[in-house]
């Protein structure tokens, strides 16, 4: 029953998430951005956050470093509109 709950919930924060960094990222500035996958500790409360990049090698460089600076600001985008219990803490790889 936990495993479908977390699929749920994964599934939830990439979707979400996508849609944040879609509308606060330029695609002039930083390329194209997307989720690949989401992995989430068992409590929910940590998540991993697997990102690709097209475009060229120093708009994949601004992303990267836009990304990891805006962290918490997504972060507390994602808590507004996901609601859960605790709002997962982020962490981004590339």
Request: cysteine-free.
């Amino acid at each position: 029953m936990q495993r479908k709950r977390q699929d749920r919930v994964r599934e939830l924060i990439k979707r979400e998430l996508g849609e944040i960094l879609r509308r606060e990222l330029s695609v002039n500035q930083v390329g194209i951005v997307s989720i690949t996958d989401v992995d989430l500790s068992p409590d929910l409360r940590h998540a991993r956050i697997f990102l690709s990049f097209v475009g060229t090698p120093s708009q994949r460089e601004t992303a990267t470093q836009m990304v990891e600076s805006y962290r918490l600001r997504f972060q507390s985008m994602l808590a507004q509109s996901v609601i859960l219990k605790y709002a997962p803490q982020l962490r981004f790889e590339t």
